[in-house]
C-alpha cells in the first residue's frame, strides 16, 4: 500500500515555472514506478510524464516535452515535477500514481493515486 500526497501547485503566469513535489508513505517506495498525469476541467485525465522505478528511465507527454521534467529521489520517497515555460494550456489538476515495477503511460494501469495539487496559468 502506498499513500502519495502531492504539493507545489499554485497560480503562475504563462511563462513561469512550478515544481511539484508527491511524497509517498511506505518503506517500498524504489519498487514502485511514478507518473503524474493532469486533468483540466471537461477533459479527461491524460498522461504527462513517468519514471522508472530507479530514476534512470523516463518518458513525456510531446505537449510537454523540453519543458517538464520528472526526478525522483527514493531516499526521501519523493518524485518531482519540474515545470518550466508553462503555458495557459497547462492549467489543470496534477496527479501523482504509483504502479508496481513497470512504468505505464496508461492511467487504468496505476493502482495508487494522490488527492491532486492545482496548477492554474495565466495569460
Known amino acids: 500500500q502506498v499513500q502519495l500526497v502531492e504539493s507545489g501547485g499554485g497560480l503562475v503566469q504563462a511563462g513561469g515555472s512550478l515544481r511539484l513535489s508527491c511524497a509517498a508513505s511506505?518503506?517500498?517506495?524504489?519498487?514502485?514506478?511514478m507518473a503524474w498525469f493532469r486533468q483540466a476541467p471537461g477533459k479527461e485525465r491524460e498522461f504527462v510524464s513517468t519514471?522508472?522505478?530507479?530514476?534512470?528511465?523516463?518518458n513525456y507527454a510531446d505537449s510537454v516535452k523540453g519543458r517538464f521534467t520528472i526526478s525522483r529521489d527514493n531516499a526521501k520517497n519523493t518524485v518531482y515535477l519540474q515545470m518550466n515555460s508553462l503555458k495557459p494550456e497547462d492549467t489543470a489538476v496534477y496527479y501523482c500514481?504509483?504502479?508496481?515495477?513497470?512504468?505505464?503511460?496508461?492511467?487504468?494501469?496505476?493502482?495508487?493515486w494522490g488527492q491532486g495539487t492545482q496548477v492554474t496559468v495565466s495569460s
Open positions: 500514481a504509483a504502479r508496481r515495477v513497470a512504468r505505464s503511460m496508461s492511467y487504468q494501469d496505476y493502482d495508487f
Open positions: 519514471i522508472s522505478i530507479g530514476g534512470g528511465n523516463t
Open positions: 511506505g518503506r517500498t517506495f524504489s519498487s514502485y514506478a
